[in-house]
């Protein structure tokens, strides 16, 4: 039997697969990084699927103006779990797009978050295992709760297995938190949770600024991670609140709207760092 989560590295950079990107609660820029690293390799010109499988609360759809937000998600749970899902399947229930001259192809997520009980731990394997065989990398959006055993009073499905076997499945996990005291605090009380599913995710720390923590906040954050979670931060987006603004309002990725982008060149940079993709245009370093 093929792997199909199996990690392929081409030097120390993943070739193809699926990425899961999570974040502790509060807001850390979870969906923002997900979406926008999707387009960046779909920019390389590789066939991407972005999946929206936060089922405490979808957000793709709105980031991109998706208003009437497809069957989506739910459609292709009810597909995998007949055996049905492929790749013609895929393009049916997808939104393609553009990301320059390439496509990125998005699945919505829940059009209710009361549907989660339908988002099963098989269902979630055997749509990213569909996936991967459809597209080159998958990027994988998921909700921050990771606590197990949560269920409705007589149900038999895990309120969080969505999250949780996601990142068990994934080829790459990416964890995001926030660089401030508060944003570091949420990340290493969820530490024990995250490191029991997944051993080696990438850390980034995003919107870092010196008004938060001084002059020296990426030393800051480091030697706190490094001390309370032992693990090493490996990525800095900077604080750039007035492009991923922008974004919001017209609804389309950093690439789309500013190149220059101190965080769009941030994470551009992270996807040809990590990920076998061809380098464009040359961007500036993370910090």
Same mark, same amino acid.
């Given at each position: 039997?093929?792997?199909?989560?199996?990690?392929?590295?081409?030097?120390?950079?993943?070739?193809?697969?699926?990425?899961?990107?999570?974040?502790?609660?509060?807001?850390?820029?979870?969906?923002?990084?997900?979406?926008?690293?999707?387009?960046?390799?779909?920019?390389?010109?590789?066939?991407?699927? *972005? %999946?929206?499988?936060?089922?405490? /609360?979808?957000?793709?759809?709105?980031?991109?103006?998706?208003?009437? &937000?497809? @069957? !989506? $998600?739910?459609?292709?749970?009810?597909?995998?779990?007949?055996?049905?899902?492929?790749?013609?399947?895929?393009?049916?229930?997808?939104?393609?797009?553009?990301?320059?001259?390439?496509?990125?192809?998005?699945?919505?997520?829940?059009?209710?978050?009361?549907?989660?009980?339908?988002?099963?731990?098989?269902?979630?394997?055997? *749509? %990213?295992?569909?996936?991967?065989? /459809?597209?080159?990398?998958?990027?994988?959006?998921?909700?921050?709760? &990771?606590? @197990? !055993? $949560?269920?409705?009073?007589?149900?038999?499905?895990?309120?969080?297995?969505?999250?949780?076997?996601?990142?068990?499945?994934?080829?790459?996990?990416?964890?995001?938190?926030?660089?401030?005291?508060?944003?570091?605090?949420?990340?290493?009380?969820?530490?024990?949770?995250?490191?029991?599913?997944?051993?080696?995710?990438?850390?980034?720390?995003?919107?870092?600024?010196?008004?938060?923590?001084?002059?020296?906040?990426?030393?800051?954050?480091?030697?706190?991670?490094?001390?309370?979670?032992?693990?090493?931060?490996?990525?800095?987006?900077?604080?750039?609140?007035?492009?991923?603004?922008?974004?919001?309002?017209?609804?389309?990725?950093?690439?789309?709207?500013?190149?220059?982008?101190?965080?769009?060149?941030?994470?551009?940079?992270?996807?040809?760092?990590?990920?076998?993709?061809?380098?464009?245009?040359?961007?500036?370093?993370?910090?």
């Amino acid at each position: 039997m093929i792997d199909l989560f199996r990690r392929k590295t081409i030097g120390a950079r993943v070739s193809g697969g699926s990425i899961c990107v999570w974040g502790p609660t509060g807001s850390p820029g979870k969906s923002t990084f997900a979406l926008n690293l999707a387009c960046e390799l779909a920019l390389s010109g590789r066939k991407v699927l *972005l %999946i929206d499988l936060d089922t405490h /609360s979808p957000s793709i759809g709105t980031f991109l103006g998706i208003h009437q &937000l497809p @069957p !989506g $998600l739910a459609a292709a749970a009810r597909l995998v779990g007949q055996g049905r899902l492929d790749g013609e399947q895929f393009l049916r229930l997808s939104i393609a797009h553009e990301a320059g001259k390439g496509t990125l192809s998005v699945l919505t997520g829940l059009g209710s978050e009361s549907r989660w009980p339908e988002i099963t731990s098989e269902k979630t394997r055997d *749509l %990213i295992a569909a996936a991967v065989q /459809s597209y080159e990398y998958v990027v994988l959006d998921v909700a921050s709760p &990771l606590e @197990p !055993g $949560l269920k409705q009073v007589g149900g038999v499905v895990d309120r969080n297995v969505a999250t949780r076997t996601a990142l068990q499945s994934c080829t790459t996990a990416v964890a995001i938190f926030n660089s401030d005291q508060v944003g570091v605090k949420r990340f290493c009380d969820a530490y024990e949770q995250l490191f029991g599913l997944v051993r080696s995710p990438i850390l980034v720390a995003n919107r870092l600024r010196t008004t938060a923590l001084g002059a020296s906040a990426k030393v800051q954050v480091e030697d706190a991670i490094l001390e309370m979670c032992r693990s090493e931060v490996k990525w800095f987006i900077p604080e750039d609140r007035a492009s991923c603004d922008r974004a919001v309002l017209e609804m389309v990725p950093l690439a789309m709207l500013k190149r220059s982008s101190g965080a769009r060149q941030a994470i551009a940079q992270f996807a040809r760092k990590n990920f076998d993709i061809a380098d464009g245009r040359k961007s500036a370093s993370a910090i």
